[in-house]
């Protein structure tokens, strides 16, 4: 007969009842020990060998607010699908939207989705939306149908398709994701051994009360062993996000080579966002599918931009001095004084040469979070950080950019090599785009660079040579960390934040 401590004969015996096996409830139900105590017991006979505890992940789904109303009425590009099938697989955008009973809100989701399960295309030179072909229902919907009816569904047990389905629909808010993990007490056989000589309760104490002292009963009792090499509970000391951290650095080698920090709102008006950048106000990128403007209010105040404003309007209509023709439209000043969220950090490059406290030469720097109604996937999100730099001065050229850029990524990212194409930004000529490589991960574009154009600074009172760079400070930091999906930088992964180290 072996003896043990209360709690833990008190654990076998109910998994000698049990056959051997059973949960954590089940031993608390038998024993009408608490759950910790159970626990501690469990510990405790496993570094013994007497018991192994079996741990059993089950991932639970089930429908959010939002998934419900999708689940009832179907996903929005569903519902325009089949709005645009009636319509004769034709039609324009706005109607198509309308017959849908869809809200405005809804519609950069509806569009984003039809492009990307190729059910149906936009015609931008008549904004009409064609359908691309009959689709079948798909794994998404088929999910959302059956949490409808079930409730929710167990992960593990689901077929390969629906388990992808529920990645596509948790990243779109419309199901939540429980992880619950189950413990299970097993005997071994060295526990089936002991159990079967029987088992003795150890008269011991785990501690001395005054009653015990006073008394002298301490001098008949006998003390719990201390088991020094029993596991415990992992801790983990607190830290910053390793995504703050390497912001701050980032922050903290710009400045160390002599660069500013510049900042601007991220509610922005379109003349900083648009205007002053040379962007014509009929420009594609600022239809609503590429920018994110505000309901309330729509328009902002322009009075003390007047100066700069008249020269800017001038700029856009016949070039005003700058040597340019313009674009050879009437300039709103209405479209100028609209708000949105900012689409791009040059808007703060934009307010930084208005400002008083500019110097030339000089440089600065932003890492700013910008906003643009994309697709969620491995590469893109709706908001996303950018780190823009200017720098002013006499004879600068394009050869002084090149070389920034590629000091940047060689000692800010860590890549291997960098290569440069040509690109095209109303803004910039001429305009630069810096591609990075690093061993392993592959080629990444890391965003825009050139020299700003004279119908850019000159409008705002700046005539020296300006260069100008806005790279995806989010792609920068997944090719150092080694990180090849965008969503794993605004994880709530508790073991992917306690495990990445600090540096």
């Known amino acids: 007969m072996v003896e043990l401590p209360e709690n833990e004969a008190k654990t076998l015996l109910a998994l000698k009842e049990a056959q051997g096996r059973l949960d954590i409830k089940g031993i608390v139900d038998k024993s009408g020990l608490a759950d910790a105590a159970v626990m501690r017991a469990a510990l405790s006979l496993e570094s013994k060998r007497l018991v192994k505890i079996v741990e059993k992940k089950e991932t639970r789904v089930s429908l959010t607010k939002e998934g419900m109303t999708y689940a009832e009425k179907g996903l929005p590009e569903r519902r325009v699908v089949t709005v645009l099938e009636e319509m004769g697989g034709e039609a324009p955008v706005e109607t198509v939207i309308k017959s849908a009973g869809l809200e405005k809100d809804s519609l950069v989701i509806a569009l984003g989705w039809l492009s990307r399960k190729g059910w149906a295309k936009i015609e931008k030179k008549d904004r009409k939306l064609k359908l691309v072909k009959t689709p079948s229902k798909e794994a998404d919907e ?278 440069f194409r040509p690109d095209y930004f109303p803004f910039t000529e001429p305009s630069v785009e810096l591609v990075a490589y690093k061993k392993g991960y592959g080629w990444m574009e890391f965003g825009g660079s050139g020299i700003f154009r004279p119908e850019v600074t000159l409008p705002l009172g700046v005539e020296v040579p300006v260069l100008a760079w806005g790279l995806g400070v989010d792609r920068l930091f997944m090719m150092k960390a080694g990180i090849d999906d965008i969503r794993s930088l605004f994880s709530q992964d508790l073991a992917w934040i306690r495990n990445m180290v600090v540096v």
């Open 142 to 419: 088929n999910l959302l149908s059956l949490l409808n009816e079930k409730g929710s569904l167990i992960v593990e047990v689901l077929d390969e398709e629906l388990k992808n389905a529920v990645s596509v629909l948790k990243r779109r808010k419309l199901v939540k994701v429980n992880e619950q993990i189950t413990r299970e007490l097993e005997l071994t056989d060295e526990g089936w051994e002991q159990a079967k000589k029987g088992i003795a309760v150890a008269e011991e104490i785990s501690q001395l009360t005054p009653e015990i002292i006073v008394t002298g009963k301490w001098r008949q009792k006998k003390l719990r062993r201390y088991n020094i090499q029993a596991p415990v509970a992992r801790t983990w000391p607190g830290k910053r996000h390793p995504y703050l951290r390497f912001l701050d650095e980032l922050k903290r080698k710009l400045v160390s080579l002599g660069f500013k920090e510049m900042a601007g709102p991220i509610v922005e008006l379109s003349l900083f966002n648009c205007d002053a950048l040379f962007m014509p106000q009929d420009h594609p990128a600022r239809e609503i599918h590429d920018m994110c403007f505000l309901k309330e209010p729509e328009h902002g105040n322009l009075d003390k931009y007047q100066h700069f404003l008249e020269r800017i309007k001038q700029t856009h209509e016949d070039g005003w001095k700058t040597g340019s023709k313009g674009w050879g439209y009437s300039f709103s000043m209405l479209e100028a004084a609209r708000l949105m969220l900012r689409s791009q950090t040059t808007a703060a490059s934009a307010r930084m040469l208005i400002n008083k406290d500019l110097e030339i030469p000089g440089k600065y720097f932003s890492v700013a979070r910008c906003f643009r109604p994309d697709v969620i996937d491995r590469t893109h999100l709706p908001e996303f950080n950018q780190v823009e730099g200017i720098i002013l001065g006499e004879d600068l050229t394009l050869r002084d950019l090149l070389g920034v850029l590629e000091r940047f990524a060689l000692d800010i990212a860590e890549v291997d090599k960098v290569k």
